[in-house]
């Protein structure tokens, strides 16, 4: 079964830092570009990032709200994904989705994972 | 940066169609993509590509495009239909991802 399994959230103070991980399994993951994708509560879906694949050098990209304080990497020997996120504010309160990418010409997402919720708050 | 603008919410009786429209200058050149999220759980593509239907999702979810907008019908709509959707597609460099600001569908 294709699965994508969040860990690492938690309640962290506003300039703090969090990291989290995603476990991949049922595919090949190293083949994927991989995503995060985040939901504040009562709010919509957000882009966060991505890391392509090895093919294609393990780029990153990310959206203009967390570029500088997030790091997305990816460890391929360990179908694991990760976000490390800095300085913290409380607007980065949200559910954090990691998703695989349908391939590396579609820039959208086949499989999710059920969501690891953080919360950044004094 | 750039938008993809979908209606707060529609409401349609069991039965009937659902139509749930997105509108973005770069979708005429850019695959538009549809999620279902039901309260508590994570996001489903529904649709891909504009009007591919992922296996294992029902015959009455289809997809289709003009110009500017793509639209989600949902036909004989179901009670376990309500759900969220939202469309994405990316800006027009194709690198970002971009998501509409959901639609909360609601079965009467």
């Known amino acids: 079964e294709v699965q994508l399994v969040e860990s690492g959230g938690g309640l962290v103070q506003p300039g703090g830092s969090l990291r989290l991980s995603c476990a991949a399994s049922g595919f090949t993951f190293s083949d994927h570009y991989m995503d995060w994708v985040r939901q504040a509560p009562g709010k919509g879906l957000e882009w966060v990032g991505r890391?392509?694949?090895?093919?294609?050098?393990?780029?990153?990209e990310y959206a203009a709200s967390v570029k500088g304080r997030f790091t997305i990497s990816r460890d391929d020997s360990k179908n694991s994904l990760f976000l490390q996120m800095n300085s913290l504010k409380t607007e980065d309160t949200a559910v954090y989705y990691c998703a695989r990418s349908f391939s590396t010409t579609q820039i959208a997402f086949d499989i999710w994972g059920q969501g690891t919720m953080v919360t950044v708050s004094s | 940066s750039y938008e993809l603008t979908q209606p707060p919410s529609v409401s349609v009786s069991p039965g009937q169609t659902a139509r749930i429209t997105c509108s973005g200058d770069a979708l005429p050149k850019q695959y538009a993509y549809w999620y279902q999220q039901k309260p508590g759980q994570a996001p489903v593509v529904v649709i891909y590509k504009d009007s591919e239907r992922p296996s294992g999702i029902p015959e009455r979810f289809s997809g289709s495009s003009s110009g500017t907008i793509v639209t989600l019908t949902i036909s004989g709509v179901q009670a376990e239909d309500e759900a969220d959707y939202y469309c994405q597609s990316a800006d027009s460099s194709g690198t970002y991802p971009v998501f509409g600001g959901g639609t909360k569908l609601t079965v009467l």
């Open positions: 890391t392509r694949n090895k093919a294609n050098s393990y780029t990153t």
